[in-house]
């Protein structure tokens, strides 16, 4: 299962993540964009594992012919590049454009006692959301990879301040559960990742697109076991200054929690994989699994 974890972190030494920063606080995040176009072909070639994960989604997945999946490989690393320096841009100061599409749910929620479980994926630029919404009236505990390089994730922490947001990492130790369970009992809202396999080797299998892929049980284990709404999240880049963030609820996670466990936990895997397929359909170069996702590969 190790070859289906999610071990990637973001390039460069920190002089060059920090002088990436200073030159996006003096030029316009367009000019990085066009040397951006460039650099990620040497990114096709020399990491042949995530080219050929990409290659099967518009090929075998999406049914593209041979010549637009090709395409679709260079336009999806073309806009992960550009996600990246969206990021950064958002550590030195800039602002983007915001649209919602059912944000009032996550409202109605916050205003709520009870807390709940935020399923989010590495589907368009997640992390936007926490830099760029306001100030959220209760807190919310985000999940993150822990091999990430110190200084990204000190300019996480930074940004995701102002808006309410703790970062906390997976441990070996599985302390992060119990932050987990604390921080649901006292109705704070927890954001966990649907699509990626780190740290526990638990997966529950669910059809995306079409055939059965792995997801980590974690998520829908959490929800299930302390009984939480849960609401999936959505940040796609629509134009170079302009996300959109759509919140979509897992349907079967309002309903009432009784019965077997492990069967409610694959009710909300197969909602979750139904909704995360139709987002990718919408926007199918903004999917960055450049690992072995499906149980067929």
């Not at 030029?27 to 040397?35: I, T």
């Not at 139904?274 to 987002?279: E, G, K, N």
């Amino acid at each position: 299962m190790t070859d289906r974890q999610w071990t990637g972190k973001t390039d460069g030494t920190p002089w060059m993540l920090r002088s990436l920063v200073w030159l996006l606080k003096r030029f316009d995040v367009r000019l990085l964009y066009a040397v951006m176009s460039v650099v990620v072909i040497f990114y096709i070639i020399f990491r042949p594992s995530g080219t050929k994960a990409q290659y099967i989604l518009f090929r075998h997945r999406l049914k593209w012919s041979f010549l637009r999946s090709c395409i679709g490989v260079y336009k999806n690393h073309y806009m992960f590049g550009q996600v990246i320096l969206d990021r950064f841009a958002s550590y030195a100061g800039r602002e983007y454009k915001i649209v919602t599409d059912g944000m009032e749910i996550m409202e109605q929620w916050m205003s709520d006692e009870d807390g709940f479980v935020v399923i989010s994926s590495h589907v368009g630029n997640h992390e936007m959301a926490g830099y760029s919404v306001r100030r959220h009236s209760k807190p919310m505990y985000a999940l993150a990879f822990g091999g990430e390089k110190q200084m990204v994730t000190d300019y996480r922490r930074q940004m995701f301040e102002a808006a309410n947001i703790n970062l906390f990492t997976l441990n070996d130790d599985m302390s992060h559960v119990f932050l987990i369970h604390d921080a649901l009992s006292k109705g704070a809202v927890v954001t966990l990742f649907g699509d990626r396999i780190f740290g526990s080797e638990k997966t529950i299998t669910a059809k995306v697109l079409g055939v059965d892929a792995f997801l980590p049980a974690g998520p829908f284990a959490v929800s299930v076991a302390e009984r939480k709404k849960v609401l999936m999240m959505f940040v796609m880049k629509e134009r170079w200054n302009t996300y959109h963030i759509i919140c979509k609820p897992l349907v079967n996670s309002l309903q009432k929690y009784s019965g077997n466990k492990k069967q409610k936990m694959q009710e909300l895997a197969d909602n979750y994989a139904d909704t995360l397929a139709d987002i990718v359909s919408q926007y199918p170069t903004q999917w960055f699994h450049y690992y072995n996702f499906w149980q067929a590969e």
